[in-house]
């Protein structure tokens, strides 16, 4: 599966922005989605994920109550929704994918557990 990510931008702290990922090749709705995001200097970090469905998600505890993974398998996009910003999600933003049917849980919580990266799009958020 390829993929390509975009929405990002320069915003200030409390703002929102919505990510998008579009995905193209082998049938997208056989993949777990996900996003990951690493910030200068530091290594890359897991965000959410999504089932195949789209009827179970996990988050991050840094972005858990601020941050909502959705997709549209009709589209083979997903969606990352970044409300409530702050300087420190400042960061390169990959969405990511893996061959999975599963239900997604704390078990998928890390980057090195999706097998697909798209190019990233940067977020900065300023103070």
């Known amino acids: 599966v390829q993929l390509q990510a975009s929405g990002g931008g320069l915003v200030q702290a409390g703002a929102s922005l919505r990510l998008s990922c579009a995905a193209s090749?082998?049938?997208?709705?056989?993949?777990?989605m996900g996003w990951s995001r690493q910030a200068p200097g530091k290594e890359r970090e897991f965000v959410s994920a999504i089932s195949w469905s789209g009827g179970s998600s996990y988050y991050a505890d840094s972005v858990r109550g601020r941050f909502t993974i959705s997709r549209d398998n009709a589209k083979n996009t997903v969606y990352l929704q970044m409300n409530s910003l702050k300087p420190e999600d400042t960061a390169v933003y990959y969405c990511a994918a893996k061959l999975s049917l599963q239900p997604v849980g704390s078990r998928d919580s890390s980057a090195t557990k999706f097998d697909s990266w798209g190019q990233g799009t940067l977020v900065t958020v300023s103070s």
């Open positions: 090749g082998r049938a997208f709705r056989s993949y777990v």
